[in-house]
């Protein structure tokens, strides 16, 4: 990775400067940047989650939506869902890679 680069995303992507002293440290290198990208990237999208979230709450309160009229309730709860799920498969894939005995 160019020097350049490191400089741009250093304050965004933690992970891109690391050092790891041993055998596998390329290895560790690229888990770690791959580890705070991903993670970095869905605590983005829950924040946008979150505004969304309190957005529609705010227009409830106003009494915006009713049984006819729910369809940003809805697409907010399916986007709320999907980062969540995305969730599950980062922490499948991130966590317990090497975690078994066998």
Do not use: Q
């Not at 993670?39 to 309190?54: E, K, M, P």
């Amino acid at each position: 990775m160019s020097s350049a680069t490191c400089v741009v995303l250093r304050p965004i992507v933690p992970g891109v400067n690391f050092s790891f002293p041993a055998e596998h440290a390329k290895g560790a290198e690229l888990f770690f940047f791959f580890y705070f990208t991903a993670t970095g990237l869905h605590a983005l999208h829950v924040l946008i989650g979150i505004v969304v979230l309190a957005v529609i709450a705010r227009a409830a309160s106003r009494r915006a939506y009713s049984a006819h009229y729910h369809a940003p309730i809805t697409v907010a709860g399916l986007y709320w869902h999907f980062v969540d799920l995305v969730w599950i498969f980062l922490f499948a894939l991130i966590y317990l890679p090497g975690r078994s005995e066998a």
